[in-house]
Each structure stands twice: as structure tokens, then as C-alpha cells.
């Protein structure tokens, strides 16, 4: 499930400037097939949790973003998001990310998107996890502020 191509580990690799820690797969796409955001499997291969189920690795998309971000974003969105809504979206998350769990041993990650329970942590986790399909107040509001569309991506999920 979580065996990327050999391509797209080379990508991936050098879009983050060094080895990834765990397995994934690539779970949206540019139309041009370049990875946009990564499925990590939960534990990385040392068997550490890895709080961050989607992962936004383009290189674009994350610049565009750490602009926002370092604009005050993270708490500019958290001030204008329902935090029930925020919550639900932290829940989900989590449910989808431990679904996923099989180390019965291991320590299970926690947390919601970016490994947080509540509030805004990281837009770049918010936004991937809205890009993946999921219900994400916050990465619909970033989606919208930096003009993206997910129809500009193709999903293989």
C-alpha cells in the first residue's frame, strides 16, 4: 500500500533535500503527474510515530504557503474557523491515520492534522489534507487565498 515508485521516492527525495524516513505513496498529483501530496505510512521505518498523514511536497505549493504562514496565516485562520468544525476535522484525521496503524506494539501516532489535537499548527498539513478530499475548513481558506483548485491536481487515492 505504501510502496512508492522508485520515480517518485527520487522526487520526493529531492523535492525535501534529503531520504524520506518511512514509506508512502503519492496521493495527488499536478496534471503533469508530479507528486503534490504524500500518504506516510504512520511509523517511519525506525518505528517512531509520524503524526502527518498527508504531506504537501510540492515545491511551489510549499513556498506559496510558508509565505502565508510566515504572514501570520496559522493564527489568522485559526481566529476565523469554527473550532467545532476544527475539531471534527482534527478527529477525522486521527480515525483515518490510525485505520491505517498495524504495528501492534508500536506506539500509536496522535494528534490531528500535523499531530495536533486542537487549533491550527501548519497550513501546509491542512491544505494537503483538503487536496486529498477531505473536509478541511482551513485548507479550503488557503486553497482559496493563494488561488488553487483542486481541480488543477488529480487525486490517486
Not at 52 to 78: K, M, N, Q
Not at 102 to 114: E, F, L
Not at 124 to 137: I, R, S
Not at 146 to 153: A, G, T, V
Request: proline share 6%.
Amino acid at each position: 500500500m505504501f510502496e512508492a515508485s522508485s520515480e517518485d521516492v527520487a522526487r520526493v527525495e529531492g523535492y525535501l533535500g534529503r531520504p524520506t524516513g518511512g514509506r508512502f505513496r503519492v496521493v495527488v498529483r499536478r496534471l503533469n503527474g508530479s507528486p503534490v501530496v504524500i500518504e506516510n505510512e504512520p511509523h517511519l521505518r525506525d518505528g517512531t510515530p509520524m503524526p502527518t498523514l498527508y504531506w504537501l511536497v510540492d515545491p511551489e505549493v510549499v513556498e506559496v504557503v510558508s509565505r502565508l504562514e510566515g504572514a501570520g496565516g496559522v493564527h489568522r485562520f485559526e481566529e476565523i474557523v469554527d473550532p467545532d468544525v476544527l475539531r471534527a476535522t482534527h478527529e477525522e484525521y486521527a480515525r483515518r491515520r490510525q485505520a491505517l496503524v498495524s504495528r501492534h506494539d508500536a506506539v500509536a501516532p496522535s494528534g490531528g492534522v500535523a499531530g495536533t489535537r486542537r487549533g491550527v499548527k501548519c497550513l501546509h498539513a491542512h491544505l494537503a489534507n483538503f487536496l486529498v478530499g477531505a473536509a478541511d475548513p482551513v485548507g479550503e481558506r488557503v486553497a482559496l487565498e493563494i488561488s488553487l483548485e483542486r481541480e488543477d491536481f488529480r487525486r490517486d487515492v
